[in-house]
Each structure stands twice: as C-alpha cells, then as structure tokens.
C-alpha cells in the first residue's frame, strides 16, 4: 500500500516538480513538501484533498498536523497507508 501511496504522491506532484526543474527522484522520505517551497499550505490541502480522492481513506489532517511531520513525504504515506 506504501509504495500505491507513494506512486500516487508522485504522480499529483509530477508536473509541480517539472515546473520547479525537479523530479520525483529529488523526493526524499524527510523532505517537508512545504517548508521546502515545493507547495504552500494551500497546494498541500488541495494534494491531500486529491490523495482522499485517490485512495478512498479520510484523514483527520487536522489532528495529523498537530501531531507534526504530516508535511513531509514520510508523513503523508503514513496518513494514507
């Protein structure tokens, strides 16, 4: 299931990387989506929005920031997994 997460992570961030003259290889497990500038906080809603969507699994994003490291590569996966 990681690694669908992970496939799907990639994919909705595929043309953001392009973009930025990145690629899903320079996505490491550590790496905050945010904090790095990759996404502002409202990209990052709308990405976990369309990770909901993409993998049918509700998550309590607000408890899961509070928690910390949900900005990260590490974080989402584990929201979703």
Do not use: C
């Not at 595929?14 to 790496?31: E, H, I, K």
């Not at 809603?45 to 949900?70: N, W």
């Amino acid at each position: 299931m990681t690694t669908d997460v992970r496939a799907l992570m990639h994919t909705l961030l595929a043309s953001r990387l392009t973009r930025l003259g990145m690629s899903v290889d320079d996505l490491d497990d550590d790496m905050d989506l945010v904090r790095s500038g990759l996404l502002d906080s409202l990209a990052f809603i709308d990405l976990v929005a369309a990770m909901e969507q993409g993998t049918g699994r509700q998550v309590d994003l607000e408890r899961a920031l509070e928690a910390g490291e949900a900005t990260t590569v590490r974080g989402l996966q584990r929201l979703f997994a």
